[in-house]
């Protein structure tokens, strides 16, 4: 990383943490002993900020206690859309109904979901992610959420837009072969998967 | 309902009820003056306890109290699928990672689920129905649901064993176009939809 920064190269880190805002995410990583900045973020919860912006929409979150500071500057009265990410404990029975009520009272049911992820895992064990609950609200409406996050093509549009960089002269490096590597191939770039963390050998294709 | 059944005609009433036992949704219509008795009643939960008898399935049940009477007789120990029905406040986030978890730790899960319902009506509001969570935890374990219930042909081939009757001599009678009438029709049955409960004049087609 520092010597990608040393070279010159422009950077951006594309991450799909919706459970924290960027200043929390970037402060773990600061811990780490990473050199990186709020600024240099490219996270779904901002993503999804401007994409209401530009369409003027009013959001009903159905996210982390700790992502709504992300929220704090949009008008949230009398909501004409749905925002759903993980959210964790706040995934409850009532939150879940009042999320669905919102959207089944539009004429045409606006759902953005802050990724797309099946389940993760923590210390305490495996845990239903926003995939599922968007699928849950995704029938029940009969609509289909917007996806922003990995491996979405506009969440990597928006990270290069942000570099000013076309997709044919940057590359994505990441662990995870459908999110990283996938979605940035699919954007036109070119990807480098790192065998740490969710590399798993099978995923190779040998011909 | 009396003149059918002074008639000799055989009769069953094919319900999708999964908040409460045959006994309690018996007594409710003897209350309103029907004559019903349990053995009379199809419905889902007993459905489910036949299937998972006959290919030896031992439950880890995701349904609402009132309705685990149905399951007494089961052995629930070390369950090798997972019997989703409408929970209600069973809904919470922790029960539905436990369910996430039975299924995500078999080799091939199985899940059945009694209905596919999308959401219904309370005094108090809308309700995601059993339809929406079997959504999400078949996106999560990318499985897909077994469902007993109308309109499920085995739900009404059950219903015609019970009675050992062949389809064409059987008409089913309901207000629901898809769950009762095309149900119904995919079994070989003829239907005839009632103008009450949920009947709605744009379902039907004008040539």
């Known amino acids: 990383l520092n010597r990608i920064k040393a070279s010159g190269l422009k950077l951006r880190f594309c991450t799909n943490e919706t459970q924290a805002t960027r200043e929390k995410f970037v402060k773990k990583l600061q811990g780490l002993g990473f ?16 994409i209401l912006k530009e369409r003027g929409l009013r959001p009903h979150l159905l996210v982390h206690n700790d992502l709504l500071p992300e929220f704090a500057e949009l008008d949230k009265a009398n909501p004409n859309c749905v925002v759903i990410g993980d959210a964790a404990e706040n995934f409850t029975y009532a939150n879940l109904n009042k999320a669905f009520r919102v959207l089944i009272g539009m004429e045409k049911p606006v759902l953005i979901s802050l990724g797309r992820g099946r389940y993760y895992k923590e210390t305490d064990g495996l845990k239903l992610d926003v995939g599922a609950y968007m699928k849950a609200l995704e029938y029940a409406c009969d609509v ?64």
Not at 145 to 153: D, H, N, Q, S, Y
């Open 144 to 207: 289909e959420a917007e996806v922003v996050g990995k491996p979405a093509r506009p969440f990597f549009e928006s990270a290069l837009a942000e570099m000013g960089v076309p997709p044919q002269q940057a590359i994505m490096i990441g662990d995870d072969i459908v999110n990283d590597v996938g979605g940035a191939q699919q954007c036109g770039m070119r990807a480098v998967q790192v065998r740490t963390g969710k590399y798993r050998s099978v995923h190779i294709l040998h011909p």
């Open 35 to 50: 050199d990186i900045s709020v600024a240099e973020v490219t996270a779904p919860a901002p993503a999804a900020c401007r």
